[in-house]
């Protein structure tokens, strides 16, 4: 391990988490509703602040809200767990995911399975252990980090975001992406759902949007006739983003949707850029820094209901930040998840 590798690892477990509580008796769950096998929860960024990130650059620590998001979770009562990537903070830290595995636990007791894509914070330190530790809780795709799953109908596909453009791994995703949204012509799934750690549309102050995601995947998704929504972390906080043919995805079923749910615990920005600044509009008009946050997906029929859940503080009532409903696109039948 390089110096900065090992110094890193230091400031990391240099602060250790506790243990998170049992949720107070009484703490309201407004929005909570009966469990359902349709369910897909979705949550991204659960990884502790780093202890550089709390003393050198001010940024909030959030440990208290990554417990109440798993008792939240829990109280869903749904069967799949999609994490949007930065589970832990170091990835190549056994502490950080011990860490994890500790959260994530009484929900795997529950029958709660678990999938993710890879987030810049679970990439640093060795690479080499930062894959093993990775693999270890979410590597069922070979020797990939992208991935291919059917859900209720619906193509979802993992991207890593993480690979460096232009690399052999990088190219090979992009073949594999553009073969699977052309399968959709041959087999029409309800709609295409891709997720990816860094969003291609972000107002936040302290990422950009990811103009390789932009012009090489993105680009791809709004030609497809099956196209519905795109998931994506990274940003600390929660977005909507329509994107039509005015704003560069020209599609034939009109403007696609793109969600930015960063709310797992990570410091949130206190301020967003403008559309004036970015040239993207996000539709929620809550002020900065917005609530911690998670998804809940259900299929409906023939729609996807589409709810973000969140608190202000980790003692405030859950509540409704935005909802939506999208018409699906083809005629996939509801499958059990695989």
């Known amino acids: 391990m390089t110096w900065a590798a090992t110094l890193g690892l230091t400031l990391c477990t240099a602060c250790a988490p506790s243990p998170c509580a049992p949720l107070a008796a009484g703490a309201a769950r407004v929005g909570t509703s009966s469990p ?3 369910r897909l929860l979705v949550i991204g960024d659960t990884q502790r602040t780093l202890w550089a990130e709390k003393w ?12 109440r998001h798993r008792e939240e979770l829990l109280a869903q009562g749904a069967p799949w767990l999609l994490h949007l990537g930065d589970a832990v903070a170091w990835g190549a830290s056994e502490r950080d995911w011990q860490d994890f595995d500790q959260w994530f636990e009484p929900l795997a007791r529950a029958g709660v399975r678990l ?49 460096a453009e232009g690399s052999r791994d990088e190219l090979e995703q992009r073949r594999w992406f553009a073969e699977q949204l052309d399968s959709p012509r041959r087999h029409p799934p309800a709609g295409v759902l891709v997720v990816s750690h860094r969003p291609p549309y972000t107002n936040s102050p302290l ?32 977005e909507r983003f329509e994107m039509g043919a005015a704003q560069g995805c020209p599609s034939g079923v009109g403007p696609l949707t793109f969600v930015v749910s960063a709310g797992g615990g990570g410091p949130r ?9 970015t040239g993207w509009v996000d539709v929620i008009t809550e002020p900065a820094p917005r609530p911690w ?32 409903r999208l018409a699906l696109r083809g005629t996939g039948g509801v499958d059990a998840a695989r």
Do not use: K, M
Request: hydrophobic share 35%; with cysteine; aromatic share 10%.
């Open 36 to 38: 359902s096998p349709n």
């Open 56 to 67: 050198f650059l001010c940024r909030e620590s959030a440990e208290a809200s990554r417990c």
């Open 115 to 163: 999938r993710g894509v890879r987030g810049n914070h679970d990439v640093l330190g060795a690479t080499s252990q930062a894959r093993r530790l990775w693999d270890a809780r979410f590597g069922d795709s070979g020797t990939r980090s992208w991935w291919s799953w059917t859900w209720q109908g619906l193509l979802v596909l993992g991207l890593d975001s993480e690979l």
């Open 207 to 238: 990422v950009e949007g990811s103009r390789p995601l932009r012009e090489h995947y993105v680009a791809e998704f709004c030609r497809a006739s099956s196209a519905l929504l795109w998931l994506s972390g990274h940003a600390h906080g929660y």
């Open 269 to 277: 920005p206190d301020h967003l850029r403008s559309a004036q600044e």
């Open 293 to 324: 946050n998670f998804l809940v997906l259900e299929r409906e029929g023939p729609a996807l209901h589409l709810q973000s859940l969140g608190f202000d503080e980790p003692s405030a009532p859950l509540r409704l930040i935005d909802e939506s």
